[in-house]
């Protein structure tokens, strides 16, 4: 090749591959939701549920029929004073997946917010979790602490089909949502009792677990952590119990509990 050319070419090929990498990287169609997992097997399912009988509603137009399910277990008052009945199944499909992370997507959460704010004693430096906050969960604690699991239990495997489906539109195609359940379960099973009261430190707006171990832990364990030990306790029970409802295997005592 002539000497004169060859810079020339050299240029031309250096052009060619960054172009060809701009389009490999910028201009191919991005890929949807959960399709990198749709490439893989699935995963052997740990909880079979069993096979729903009798027709269901369209997940899109599921609210009514599982809010009406739902009160017949709790009562109409609670299910339209506690929970948020639109997109219901979505709701509690997204707020299960996010507990064990470390953040909840709180405008998906199905339960309406706690009434009051947060309430703790001391100041930004040195404040603990106020023994005064449980007192927020006690009506909800009342209607939880009423319901039977097993009934529960009923209506969830019920339903289960449309719950399978939300997790699969949620970018899990392969997966199997009663198994992220008992994952779920076990991990909140797991949260600590640690003494109370729990010591807190606000470096920003919001307080934190002046704990570092503590403010490790899921969203969902610092949940129970900040609603007392004796709520914490109530809600362990009914989880056990959902659990063996669920769950083709008992806990391991490893997990915790």
């Known amino acids: 090749m002539n000497?004169?050319?060859l810079p020339v070419f050299i240029a031309v090929l250096a052009v060619a591959a960054v172009?060809?990498?701009?389009?490999?990287?910028?201009?191919q169609p991005a890929a949807a939701p959960g399709a990198a997992r749709a490439?893989?097997?699935?995963p052997a399912i740990a909880n079979p549920v069993p096979a729903a009988s009798g027709t269901l509603p369209a997940l899109d137009q599921s609210d009514t029929a599982l809010t009406g399910a739902l009160a017949d277990l709790m009562g109409a008052g609670a299910v339209s004073q506690y929970l948020l009945t639109d997109n219901l199944v979505r709701r509690i499909v997204v707020t299960v997946d996010n507990l064990p992370r470390p953040k909840l997507a709180v405008e998906q959460r199905p339960v309406r917010a706690t009434a009051g704010p947060f309430l703790a004693d001391g100041d930004d430096?040195?404040?603990t979790v106020a023994a005064a906050n449980a007192a927020r969960y006690t009506?909800?604690?009342?209607?939880l602490g009423a319901v039977d699991v097993r009934q529960l239990a009923g209506v969830y495997l019920r339903y289960y089909p449309l719950f399978q489906r939300a997790y699969q539109d949620l970018g899990y195609p392969n997966g199997y949502f009663n198994d992220r359940l008992v994952k779920v379960i076990d991990d909140l099973l797991a949260t600590p009792d640690p003494p109370e009261p729990i010591a807190l430190v606000r470096p920003k707006v919001f307080y934190e677990?002046?704990?570092p171990e503590l403010e490790a832990r899921s969203a969902g364990q610092k949940l129970l952590l900040r609603m007392g030990r004796t709520n914490r306790a109530i809600i362990k029970d009914k989880l056990r119990q959902l659990r063996t409802a669920v769950a083709a295997l008992p806990q391991n005592p490893a997990g915790g509990g």
């Not at 490439?39 to 699935?42: F, H, I, K, R, T």
């Open 39 to 42: 490439s893989l097997p699935a």
């Open 139 to 143: 009506a909800v604690m009342h209607v």
């Open 209 to 211: 677990f002046a704990d």
């Open 19 to 27: 172009g060809a990498w701009y389009w490999l990287v910028y201009r």
């Open 3 to 5: 000497k004169k050319l």
């Open 125 to 127: 430096q040195h404040a």
